[in-house]
């Protein structure tokens, strides 16, 4: 197979139009049917096609041909049907380790996960097989180590404990309190010492539907971790956690792998992926149309070489861009007034109570939030952004604000009509970089979460304002999304040189960003402190000094890496109190 096709039916429901499409293949008027109109829509031969893409530009929505590189001139390991997705092989699993996969979302990263957990079996791209059994799998994987791992899946050696990936999907079918549901996967009698170490002890006694996302996303991880099993998956085990909490969870994670038992993660946050894996898989393909594994590397090789773009065994560009991190720039102290500035503004909400000190936005500065959850980042933005109102204290502000809140509400409005002034004023700097173009036909409700944000940064970003705030822009993003709407973010505010407020969790977008930073100090659900805003370094130092972690710049990638704990670097930089790139 030198290419593949990929065809969306549902929206080739017009029989004329298909009649069209098939009369403009150039292989179908030599006489070959390489398109055939069927009931159900289009068919293609991906044998003969020629991939001029005729096809492609008169049903774009419909039809992808993409053509595949030269080591992927073989059969998948799955296929989900005549002209759609394809998953070439699967990553491996290894005793001991904790093997991530890096990579983009829609290319398989899932369906590699549920065949490795034994939820889904391969077809083998034989879409004629019923029932696909271990001896298929096996021969599949001949002399690789993923042989030898359903070779013991075989002889029931292997058991595997799964987190799936959409933990906000839990309440809709489990029922009760966190406790009792804990109990009923509890295999190693140890729910307390499981719930101590992932700081979910004071919210066992509550009903699983009425906690927040970070809270089901670590009762998610505690009830994989709790049953007893050697091959834990985890995919994208730090949605809704704060940095904090990332830290923590990544460190329970490492601390399951031994001899006997292999971990792997599917995580998005870079960091934290590079501290959490021992050894990575680069994920790779085109978005809906196929997906292949890169082999074994060091994490550190693997983000380089994902960073880069080229996979040199195999001699594979899979991305035309290779992603750079500059350094840093100093921010030069601006003298424009402030644009917003607050005193000694409190807010309560319940038994919360927050507290903002001394500060100022001016123009033309890209400010990140820094905190825990629960630490009254978003009450701030809000009272900002005039969403509520302040309780006492002085906020001057005489700027338009845009806000993108945290949670985004969809309902059945066509994109195209909610960002018709985005297309008008900003198709060069926020529609084409973000790839909204695909979207602009659907409406808000058939969004994955990851559309939806790109969506609403769009809108966020195309109001005309002097001050943005931005909370979590990253959730919901892959990797490269992530870099790409740092980028947007950060261009859009040197081209209109206007300000921005940017909540995160993720610290590489935060560091790509920012100018400065905001420190939200405090107790959770009791009293935040707004601190700041501060230098990156000052405001880094102060965060990272409560963390107890210290990080670096990659000499090679320039990416921000956490040092290991107690390593000669952590140790080093800890003493000169530089917690922040030494
Ligand atoms: Fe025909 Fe293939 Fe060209 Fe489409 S890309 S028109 S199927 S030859």
Not at 3 to 15: M, P, T
Request: glycine share 6%; hydrophobic share 40%; net charge positive.
């Amino acid at each position: 197979m030198k290419r593949i096709a990929v065809v969306d039916n549902e929206k080739l429901k017009d029989k004329e139009k298909n009649l069209y499409i098939q009369g403009i293949c150039p292989v179908n008027r030599a006489g070959i049917e390489c398109i055939a109109v069927e009931d159900y829509g289009l068919k293609i031969d991906e044998l003969t096609c020629i991939g001029c893409g005729l096809c492609v530009k008169a049903a774009p929505n419909a039809i992808k041909i993409v053509n595949l590189p030269e080591i992927l001139d073989k059969k998948p390991i799955h296929r989900y049907g005549i002209n759609k997705f394809a998953l070439f092989t699967l990553p491996t699993p290894l005793f001991g380790k904790v093997v991530g996969i890096l990579g983009v979302n829609g290319i398989g990263k899932s369906t590699a996960i549920n065949i490795l957990a034994g939820l889904f079996k391969p077809n083998f791209g034989n879409l004629e097989k019923k029932e696909t059994n271990f001896k298929d799998i096996i021969d599949f994987f001949k002399g690789t180590e993923t042989q030898l791992f359903f070779e013991n899946v075989r002889e029931g050696k292997i058991k595997v404990s799964y987190k799936p990936q959409h933990v906000d999907l839990i309440p809709k079918t489990k029922k009760g309190k966190v406790k009792d549901l804990l109990k009923k996967v509890d295999e190693k009698n140890m729910l307390q010492e499981i719930a101590e170490e992932l700081e979910i002890s004071d919210i066992l006694g509550n009903d699983i539907d009425k906690i927040s996302g970070g809270e089901l996303q670590r009762v998610a991880i505690a009830a994989t971790a709790l049953k007893k099993a050697n091959f834990y998956i985890f995919d994208e085990p730090t949605s809704y956690l704060d940095i904090k909490q990332r830290i923590n969870t990544s460190k329970f994670i490492r601390s399951l792998s031994d001899e006997n038992t292999a971990v792997m993660v599917v995580e998005h946050d870079l960091i934290i992926f590079d501290y959490l894996s021992d050894l990575a898989h680069i994920m790779y393909g085109s978005e809906d149309v196929y997906g292949n594994i890169s082999g074994l590397k060091s994490t550190k090789n693997a983000i380089n070489v994902y960073l880069d773009g080229y996979l040199k065994e195999e001699n594979l560009r899979f991305r035309n861009k290779t992603i750079k991190f500059e350094p840093r720039k100093i921010f030069a102290k601006k003298k424009e007034e402030a644009l917003i500035s607050w005193e000694n503004i409190t807010k309560n909400l319940g038994n919360f109570t927050l507290i903002a000190e001394k500060g100022s936005i001016s123009k033309g500065e890209v400010i990140g939030i820094l905190g825990e959850n629960g630490i009254g980042k978003t009450t701030f933005v809000k009272i900002l952004a005039n969403v509520i109102k302040k309780d006492a204290g002085i906020l001057n502000e005489n700027i338009k604000v845009s806000y993108k809140p945290q949670y985004l509400a969809s309902n059945n409005e066509l994109v195209i009509n909610v960002l018709r002034e985005t297309i008008e004023k900003y198709t060069a700097q926020i529609i084409n970089p973000l790839d909204i173009k695909p979207l602009l036909d659907k409406r808000l409700d058939e969004l994955s979460g990851g559309e939806l944000q790109k969506v609403a940064i769009a809108l966020c970003l195309s109001k005309d304002a002097g001050l943005y705030l931005l909370d979590e822009p990253s959730a919901y993003l892959d990797i490269e999304q992530r870099l790409i709407v740092s980028k947007v973010i950060r261009d859009f505010m040197e081209l209109k040189n206007t300000s921005a407020l940017i909540v995160e969790h993720d610290l590489l977008f935060l560091d790509y960003l920012s100018d400065k930073l905001m420190v939200f100090d405090g107790i959770p659900a009791k009293e935040g402190i707004v601190k700041g805003p501060f230098s990156m370094e000052e405001g880094m130092n102060l965060f990272l000094k409560k963390l107890g972690i210290t990080l670096r710049r990659d000499k090679e990638s320039l990416m921000p890496r956490i040092n290991k704990l107690d390593s000669k670097l952590d140790r080093e930089q800890k003493e000169k109190g530089k917690f922040y790139y030494a």
